[in-house]
């Protein structure tokens, strides 16, 4: 075998390495790309679901505050009412307080 052989041969071996470790930062960028997508992917997809959840969250209570509202609004309409119709009782009640009360001294 010639020297020129053995350097074309050493040459060749060089250029075919350089390539294997050009590959292997490229494979390496490439891993570290994706991961880093993913990672992103992964934390994007977190606070979506973080954001939606509070906003579900704000709806229930916004919900049940109205439902509250509209429960005590009702709960005052019936005391009102309820208030109304005892006062209208109450010069029955007297009147029926007095006749007891004239009844019984009213025998003596």
């Known amino acids: 075998m010639s020297i020129e052989m053995i350097k074309d041969i050493k040459s060749t071996e060089q250029v075919a390495e350089d390539k294997i470790k050009d590959a292997q ?3 390496k960028e490439i891993i570290k790309k994706a ?3 993913a990672e ?3 934390k994007d997809a977190i606070d ?3 954001k939606e959840g509070k906003a579900l969250v704000q709806e229930a209570a916004d919900l049940a505050q109205k439902e509250a509202d509209s ?3 009702q709960s005052k309409k019936e ?3 309820l208030k109304i119709d005892a006062q209208a009782k109450i010069p029955e009640a ?3 307080v007095t006749e007891r009360i004239v009844n019984i001294y009213g025998d003596s």
Do not use: H, P
């Open 25 to 27: 930062a490229k494979a």
């Open 35 to 37: 991961e880093d997508e």
């Open 40 to 42: 992103k992917l992964i």
């Open 48 to 50: 979506k679901s973080l």
């Open 71 to 73: 429960k005590l609004e």
């Open 79 to 81: 005391n009102e009412k």
């Open 94 to 96: 007297v009147n029926m």
